[in-house]
């Protein structure tokens, strides 16, 4: 055994549905998905890895066809959204969203363009 060996890291997986939220970031249309049961649309802001594995940051449109109380950014695992979809609703950078954030160093993939 030598001290020079070194553990291979395993590789991000891919969902089937990456395209899609790579499509939806950049025209900046709406996704619409499920997570933890709830219907949700959501406008998706960055993709990024976290752990080896695919996160969006996205602000929350609507939770069951309902509008939030308040405009709020949030983390999903990508993996966990299913029925992902695009829908034909566009959205605007939301000033809620803070690119330079610590998090998405070296490790987005993709994210809005300011408008």
Do not use: W
């Amino acid at each position: 055994m030598t001290d020079t060996m070194t553990a291979e890291r395993p590789p991000v997986q891919t969902p089937t549905t990456t395209p899609t939220v790579f499509e939806a970031i950049v025209r900046k249309m709406c996704l619409s998905a499920t997570y933890n049961k709830v219907e949700m649309t959501l406008a998706p802001h960055v993709i990024y890895t976290k752990h080896d594995e695919l996160f969006i940051d996205a602000e929350v449109l609507a939770r069951d066809g309902k509008p939030p109380k308040e405009p709020k950014m949030g983390t999903f695992k990508l993996i966990g959204l299913t029925a992902l979809r695009i829908t034909p609703r566009a959205f605007k950078v939301s000033s809620l969203f803070d690119q330079g954030s610590f998090k998405y160093a070296d490790t987005t993939l993709m994210a809005v363009e300011p408008d």
